[in-house]
């Protein structure tokens, strides 16, 4: 196991050296704080990878390694000043082509976020991704994601965040209650398939995060901002766990676990019987919960609380009421 | 017990010097060459003894190096074809380098990041994070988006990372798929050709060696370990992924359901901007799914906000779901508990 995690760091260490190289050389001279600030790694790792590029080279014809067949430094420069200024160079002259899988996961990142306004010149995008594949030592990786269009939600609150002024929309919650919102747009989030906006609200005088596929009418407003996404720290989590959040016992199949997983807390424990797993999810209201638990049919069921089961067995059951009519 | 007392060079220094001698040599350096002069491996070279060790650490050393990407090609010597001692290894410049024409704006350079910022967790995270590091060597600075975003795309199926490995390293695998309607799942011997999502699951576009036949399985449904079988296929180097999502759509825009949704409702709200739903004159929307289980399980959520009137196997699999999440929530009765 401890081997595995050896080459894999090394590996990433030679894709810095063999990338530093050749933007050093394009830098006559540059401060170690602003290639750290480029590349944003910690600045000790740029002087290391600078040491180490200073005393590498070929073995050349003596295969003795001999002073002009190794990389050169203004060592002065370098100790005194934190400047790297390159004096010799051997063998690199270019940046590195991506691998095959690095280039297919760069054309798979950006067929996910073709719905993005950004997006919106579908020929730009297409020769992105052409240059990403002549740009590659091999053909990329035959891993794609399906396009999407373009978002009109999106759109408009990437005008209302160039404009500086507020968004307002119909906001539909789980709860299936209407209300019109008016909100400084922030930031825009994604899990797999569902977009979010997160966004200071005006009516509830605090961050609020909305599902773009609950946004209707959106629109930009005359209203300046009131926050701008600098001025409010936004925690890493798209969900955050509340004081008012409930606890409920569930019974899961093991293979629907992993579907789950954003709504089980760390501390959860589970157990297993019967071929299910027992454990606790945590949710802010069973409305929630019983849209949840129905898209799951057979996989999940509440044990308690008595109250959140049967929120589930009533949905279902007007469900399935309707069908027998 | 000699090598002990020589210093030793960090992995990177070994694989760096490697990377540097097979660059800078036009006729390629044999094997050996490479062990006792290369930095990494002289130290730990023996020009009389058995050099086992440091053999089998060159052939890990090339594996990691062409995993990143670098076009490390061994050459036969010259008039000694076939001869494995004799070969040559080199690393050609213009396989190796990014051909000098390319180059990203910076608003390519931005949307680039957002990319491999998608795979953060987990699968392709660190082929993303290299990519960054490769795309950040040719300088270019990166305009401020407009807008922020977080994207992230995660894989929860379970076989992916072994179906990508086999895709790879061109692998036929095997596996236990079990086909919805089918009691007991299947065991398929197959080809990888494409990993694709689809809709937002993960499918696995693969040729069947036994029959010719190309078939498209859901990750999510194969049941068992993703397993190799020791034999290696010869891939069609051209983009199987285009037909793959081409096959998955025609699937898609094949079945249509009709359902009836509540008005202001979230099945309303959330249906309508499901890609492709058409609204009739009658107010009921026209739904294209691939596959009936999972459009089934996904209306069964809505609850009574959703009314499936066709097709009728659909409308009977959402009926029958909505039954059963109804029953297995039940309220234990006094029944049980006091007879």
Redesign the interface.
Known sequence: MAERR???Q???????????V??LM??ERIGVGEVAA??SVPEEEVRDAVR??AV????GET???QHGDLFDLAWDDFEDNDQIVLTHM?????????????????????Q??SA?P??ADRAA?AS?MA??S??????P??????D??TDATLAI??ES??AGVQLEFDY?D?R?E?ELRRVD?????????DWYLRAWCHLREAVRTFRL??I?NPQTTSEPISYH?DEVKLSEKLFEGSADDRMVTIDVAP?AL??L?DYIPEEASSAERDGRLRTTIRVSHYHGL?????????LV??VEP?EA??M??D?????????DA | MAQSSSPRVPVEERLFSLVLALLATETGLSKNEILSTVQGYRQRYSASGDNANLERQFERDKDDIRELGVPLETLDAPGQAGNNQNLRYRIPRGAYELPSDISFSAEETALLGLAAMVWREGSLSAESRRAIVKLRSLGGGTGEPVLGYVPSLRVRDAAFEPARSALEKHQIVRFSYLKPGEADARVRTVAPLALVQHQGRWHLHALEPDTGVTKTFLLRRIVSQVTTTGKTFVPDETDQTSAALAELEQVWNSHTAEVEVTPDSDAASRLRKRRGTRTTASGTLLLHYSDANIVADELTGYGPEVLVLSPPELRLAVSARLRLVAEEHATPTEGDDHG
């Open positions: 050896g080459p894999l090394a590996q990433d260490k030679l894709a810095f050296l063999l990338s530093l050749p933007f394009d830098h480029h590349f180490l590029i590498s080279g070929v073995p295969g003795q390694y051997v063998a690199i002259d270019d940046s590195p082509r991506f691998s095959g899988r690095e280039a297919a996961a760069l054309i798979a990142g950006l996910y976020l993005l950004e997006h995008i992105l240059k990403l002549r740009g590659a030592s091999a053909p990786s035959q891993v794609a994601v399906e999407s269009e609150i990437r965040v160039a539909l789980s299936g209407h747009p922030l930031r825009i989030e994604s899990l797999d398939a596929d609950r209707s996404a293979a992993p579907l997983a019983k849209r949840l638990v129905a898209g799951l049919p057979g069921t509440v008595s089961r049967r589930v067995a949905w279902a059951a007007a469900g399935a009421a309707r069908y």
